[in-house]
């Protein structure tokens, strides 16, 4: 039967502890280099990788570490591990995050935190896409022991896949395609998506997973979708041997336990002490049903006197925040919101601080793990995208998928906790709701687990003890709360 990964990844790490603390093998002692040819790089893996400096080549279209998505999590973690990492990424910026950050950054070499950063000369195609010639070579003469390629399907690193053989190291991608992403599509429009998948992108896709030595899936769905969409059932099983699960995280060091910022923010806002904040961030669009958020909380309110609901992401003059102010309007409780603008890393983890608990109600973010990072108790749904996030009832509560009054119970309750002295509103309870996060889904914590995962599919060829049924339509193995970090 599939093992669950975190306890395999644990019995990993804790036999290469051991074999540290046995004084490790003779490739292990004493080396700080790793050198290009594979039996050494496997050396690397028996040992510790906090003891051994690697090259990290980070390949991502958009590097935007103002923002702290993915790929600068795993930078900020690979450099503060002591290795050499340098982010290889075009010179643009996505385009709903370009009212923030201006349309693109210049070219070339920088450095960042410790690391570097090449920006290289890229096309910009339609729908997001990137076109690069000459990553490859560049990549080549950085000379790295680890590629990490985030988010191939931008298709700014397809050069490196494509031409595998000449990319030395060991090569590892990360998916995060949900069946979230479809929502709000009408049938024929999700039809024509899959049609197009179909006949283009899935031979990429199959080039990308094909030629990594290890895959990163984010979600439980991830897991189904991509592999379900990719590969005929009875090619899934092999394919299946090289992924790992392995969810989005966030950086500890920006978003953690914060009293006086608590405090600070409370009294800016001029909130009360007794006042309990529910809090939801994100970018704004139509398709996250922010209707939903906006009548839930308005009931809630209704049932809870101190309770009130905060919103982060509202952006000036855009259609899709006019649509959720105006809701909120017609609710009649318009002063029991606060409605906020985009914030960033700065600010951004000081109102998760302000705040109590989290509802995060339709779609899989970032900003959910961000906010576990500050102890925020999380309600979330039930669902394969979200479903290895949330140790109910410790760090948050489940409510069933799309089940409107389900969610409305748990808010309620919740919201009550907050206003008694349930054990989950103690200051010791959301600090320790932090630390277990942050061992959890803090990049830090995550990079060590990464490099270990990596070995074992890299060195022996799998990494997880795969026991399924005949090929057919039911083969691809699916996580569904068994996810533990």
């Known amino acids: 039967m599939l093992q669950e990964p975190g306890r395999y990844l644990n019995e990993q790490l804790g036999r290469r502890s051991d074999r540290q603390a046995a004084g490790g093998t003779g490739a292990e002692k004493g080396l700080k280099r790793t050198e290009r040819d594979g039996s050494l790089f496997t050396g690397f893996f028996a040992g510790r990788s906090e003891d051994i400096i690697m090259r990290i080549a980070l390949v991502d279209a958009y590097f935007i570490p103002e923002v702290g998505y993915q790929p600068t999590?795993?930078?900020?973690?690979?450099?503060?591990?002591?290795?050499?990492?340098?982010?290889?990424?075009?010179?643009?910026?996505?385009?709903?995050?370009?009212?923030?950050?201006?349309?693109?950054?210049?070219?070339?070499?920088?450095?960042?935190?410790?690391?570097?950063?090449?920006?290289?000369?890229?096309?910009?195609?339609?729908?997001?896409?990137?076109?690069?010639?000459?990553?490859?070579?560049?990549?080549?003469?950085?000379?790295?022991?680890?590629?990490?390629?985030?988010?191939?399907?931008?298709?700014?690193?397809?050069?490196?896949?494509?031409?595998?053989?000449?990319?030395?190291?060991?090569?590892?991608?990360?998916?995060?395609?949900?069946?979230?992403?479809?929502?709000?599509?009408?049938?024929?429009?999700?039809?024509?998506?899959?049609?197009?998948?179909?006949?283009?992108?899935?031979?990429?896709?199959?080039?990308?997973?094909?030629?990594?030595?290890?895959?990163?899936?984010?979600?439980?769905?991830?897991?189904?979708?991509?592999?379900?969409?990719?590969?005929?059932?009875?090619?899934?099983?092999?394919?299946?041997?090289?992924?790992?699960?392995?969810?989005?995280?966030?950086?500890?060091?920006?978003?953690?336990?914060?009293?006086?910022?608590?405090?600070?923010?409370?009294?800016?806002?001029?909130?009360?002490?007794?006042?309990?904040?529910?809090?939801h961030s994100g970018k704004i669009s139509p398709e996250k049903r922010y209707d939903v958020w906006v009548s839930v909380m308005a009931a809630a309110m209704r049932q809870v006197p101190k309770l009130r609901a905060m919103i982060v992401g509202i952006r000036e003059n855009h259609p899709d925040s006019a649509k959720v102010l105006r809701q909120i309007e017609q609710t009649g409780m318009k002063e029991r919101y606060i409605c906020l603008p985009f914030a960033d890393r700065v600010e951004l983890p000081r109102l998760y601080n302000a705040a109590d608990f989290g509802v995060w109600f339709l779609q899989p973010s970032i900003t959910i793990q961000e906010g576990m990072g500050t102890g925020l108790y999380m309600i979330l749904p039930h669902?394969?995208?979200?479903?290895?996030?949330?140790?109910?009832?410790e760090t948050g509560r489940y409510f069933r998928e799309e089940d409107w009054d389900h969610l409305l119970e748990l808010v309620i309750e919740t919201a009550r906790a907050f206003t008694g002295r349930s054990p989950v509103s103690s200051p010791e309870a959301r600090l320790r709701r932090g630390e277990v996060n942050a061992e959890r889904f803090g990049y830090l914590a995550m990079a060590d687990r990464l490099l270990a995962a990596a070995a074992d599919v890299a060195n022996a060829g799998k990494y997880l003890d795969i026991d399924l049924p005949a090929p057919g339509p039911s083969s691809v193995p699916v996580f569904v709360n068994r996810m533990e970090y």
């Open 383 to 393: 669902a394969q995208i979200m479903s290895q996030l949330v140790r109910d009832p």
């Open 73 to 279: 999590g795993w930078f900020d973690a690979f450099v503060a591990r002591g290795h050499e990492v340098r982010a290889f990424a075009s010179p643009f910026i996505y385009s709903y995050l370009a009212f923030a950050h201006g349309k693109r950054y210049p070219e070339g070499l920088t450095t960042l935190n410790g690391g570097e950063v090449l920006r290289i000369p890229a096309r910009m195609l339609p729908h997001g896409y990137v076109r690069c010639s000459g990553l490859l070579r560049r990549v080549q003469d950085f000379k790295p022991d680890l590629t990490f390629a985030i988010y191939p399907a931008t298709m700014f690193a397809d050069e490196l896949f494509a031409r595998r053989r000449e990319l030395p190291g060991v090569l590892i991608s990360a998916f995060g395609d949900n069946r979230a992403m479809r929502r709000g599509h009408s049938k024929i429009k999700r039809a024509l998506l899959d049609l197009a998948f179909f006949l283009y992108k899935r031979r990429l896709y199959r080039m990308y997973i094909d030629n990594s030595d290890a895959v990163l899936f984010q979600t439980p769905d991830t897991w189904s979708y991509v592999l379900g969409r990719s590969y005929w059932p009875w090619e899934r099983h092999q394919a299946a041997a090289r992924c790992i699960p392995f969810t989005l995280g966030f950086a500890p060091h920006v978003f953690h336990v914060d009293v006086d910022a608590r405090q600070s923010v409370r009294k800016r806002l001029g909130l009360g002490d007794d006042e309990v904040i529910a809090v």
